[in-house]
């Protein structure tokens, strides 16, 4: 047998003491260090996972955790979100074969906006919309664990968002012995992934380790003309401090991902009530942006709108810089005291989207504040002409983070924590217009890909020298949290007892440089001299402004803070009895925050300031009860859970403003079951499967439209969140060469809109993965892999564009569309070990 199975087969409680580190998998080196205890406690003899897949968990929550063993057999380069996807709870959505164009999280209900998503302890969603960008993650052979806490957070987790839960993964630690591994993986479209890793070993006089990876991928999309490129650094340094398992370290992330966009059809009407069906359009499941560009034509020196400017597959694109330090150290003050600090910086720069529009060259945009004239876009003497130029929807994030705990040991069964997290972001969002290359005039392609933000001789000027913006704004978002927890053991340690609280103050400062239409998300980032008075006369009250002729009324740029606080209990309890038996319950309330797309949306109110009265956090409390049961050769769990979720968000007409604002509209509710099992009946047999049920009920119904119309939502369920999940796995080791699995997920029906009149079909996605491994053969470390993702070609639809109602007419808002589920796909690797 392998050594991954021996390992796995070791069934010493020793062994459990010592598989202690990789068993925690909570999200900060504070919470990890609290439950190390509860861990050690157990004491059970025998594996604590069932090939990485199956992990054993000891907390009073429900937690799913996979490890490397596991995540290695799995496609490399994927995101870890994909890998997770078998677990419980969790639906994971993909854009593409390989990950690199992200997709769409769905846990127990609540989609990845309101899921809080960690590395290493560090929150990963966006500070503005706290959107999570899986395309974005580390790469997946550096990941030691990941872990999903499907309905609540660890009592310090640093978030002012997640209601819905958390999915957090830890980076591998430096091997103690110099070596390392190169790789080369093929496969369809064109796939192409280099990736090298280095342990430096254990060095300096204290024992310190370190490791440096890279790797470069591309890959042509699978329908449509464009590809997906990806290049990604990362480093770790680890630094033992004495033999108490004290440590410092410190880890270096850098990804860049340079995409086309994929485009999904538009899902029609509701008579097509069921989804999967034959598209209209001719191209059926091959729909996508256009692969040739119709220039304009040109009359009079006049040019003509094109017509698929937007629609073109190379001016859609999706750019992002991210990178992040990140620190983690634990120190002992003394016995029974401990002291553990996290420390981190980010940083984002990226865009996506339509991002360009046709100016005409005496726009009242390029004249600024002149009254006649224009500004030659296109170099051919002349203002005559509209030219399509860039206007990118940019966003540039510098964040600062701080994750601390102080642990002390009242003795041996009782135990205190005392922790505070500082998340600080500064968060510019801007668009400075750029130009488009006109040098093929049947393919044009961005100058640059941010816009006019790195070249000043790449962006568009006015006549009074300014820079052509699409928006204009910087925001202040500081999280400063306080949290206490008390962990107890009881009855010979067979009860533990968690009963801890944060306290989120989460302040956002807004600063809007543009003027901004009332009640509305339209900007206008202009030099223009703006009226003050109505076209029919009469004085814009509150020195509020209008433009050209039109009575809309825009407010002047401002700034404004909002600030939001509670108090968040975080109760749970575990007890254990029998040989390997367990049950535990929890109790958590969450809260998330309102979005800066939601808080920039402003309207005069009746005392004469701004703001956004309607929108208040979003709030859930969640009850969750398990039974656990795990042997030598087995880990199962089951667990029921209910949601009260209050105050939910959406974007509602507003009859008074006479337009759509985002406000909270009611309550859900949400009741489930979930189960999964891992099992090895053999020891080169292991095998998975996991179940999850979910009911989900809207308790109110919301006013929709200016006909005063109510959407009755009332008893609907909510959208893009499958009913049942199932999944499987089954992995066989012929012999110490030869390895292979196969592994499904099923997912039910999901709704596409708030009132249940259209729905997308269940599906199921069957991989395959196959390994070749010559340490028998003296090349340790060295193997051949094969993965072949949905074995047998499943047509489905991954994300789903939902809407209010599929119904045309006065209750119809915007047109669903879908996103195709990734085709059969194969890909081989040879990793080189040394």
Known sequence: MTNRKRVFWATTALFSGLMVASAASAQSTGTEAAELSEVVVTGQAGPRNINGLAVAETVAKTRNTIEQEFISTQTPGQTILQTLNLTPGLSFTNADPYGSSGGNIRLRGFDGNRVSLTFDGIPLNDTGNYATYTNQQLDPELIQRASVNTGTTDVDSPTASATGGTINYVTRRPASEFGGWGQASFGDFNYRRYMFLMDTGEFGPWGASAWLAASFQDYDKFKGLGDLGKKQ???????????????????????????????GPNLGNADRSVLPQVETDPRGWEIDFDTTYIAPTFRNGVADNDANGTGFYGLRVNPSNTGNIRGNSRFT????????????????????????????????????????????????????????????????????????????????????????????????????????????????RFVDWFGGRNDGANRVINRDGYNLQSRDRKSIASLNQFSLEYRGQFMDDALTLNIGVRAPFFEREMNQYCFSQSASSTVRCTTETPATTFTGGGAIPFGDVRFGTSNNVFIRPYSRTVKFDDILPNLGAT?????????????????????????????????????????????????????????????????????????????????????????????????????????????????YASASFLDSELQDNYRFNSAGDLLMTQGKELVETPGTMFSARASYEFNDMFSAGVQAKYTGERWITDMNDMKSDAFTVVDFDARVDFAPMGYEGTFLQFNVTNVFDEQYYAGLGTRASATPGSLGYGVPFGQIGAPRTWMATLRVAY
């Not at 002349?382 to 929807?393: E, F, H």
């Open 233 to 263: 650094y990362n480093a770790r340094i680890f630094q033992p401090v004495g033999d108490n398992g004290d440590f410092v370290a410190l880890s270096a992330h850098y990804n860049e991902n340079r995409n086309n966009n994929y485009n």
């Open 333 to 444: 003050l003394m016995d029974g005291l401990v002291l553990t600090v996290d420390p981190s910086f980010q940083y984002v720069l990226a865009n996506g989207g339509t991002q360009q529009v046709v100016l005409s060259e005496t726009d009242a945009l390029l004249r600024g504040s002149f009254a006649t004239g224009g500004v030659d876009l296109n170099g051919d003497g002349d203002t005559l002409d509209r030219v399509r130029v860039m206007a990118p929807s940019n966003t540039n994030t510098h964040r600062y983070g701080l994750n601390t705990s102080l642990i002390w040991d009242l003795n041996d069964d009782h135990r205190l924590r005392a922790a505070y997290a500082l998340d600080w972001g500064r968060h510019r969002q801007y668009g400075q217009y750029g130009f488009i290359n006109f040098s093929n005039p049947s393919n044009p």
């Open 575 to 687: 007890y254990r009895f029998g040989e390997g038996h367990s049950v535990y319950g929890s109790y958590a309330e969450s809260l998330s925050a309102p979005r800066t797309d939601s808080l920039y949306i402003v309207r005069r109110l009746a005392d004469g300031s701004i703001g956004n009265p309607n929108v208040v956090p979003e709030e859930t409390q969640t009850f969750d009860i398990g039974y656990r049961y795990t042997t030598s050769t087995l880990v199962a769990s089951v667990a029921g859970f209910r949601t009260n979720y209050d105050n939910r968000i959406v974007n509602t007409f507003d009859e008074d403003l006479a337009t759509f604002v985002d406000r909270n509209v009611g309550s859900v509710e949400m009741q489930g079951i979930e189960a999964s099992v891992g099992w090895s009946p053999i020891e080169a047999l292991s095998l």
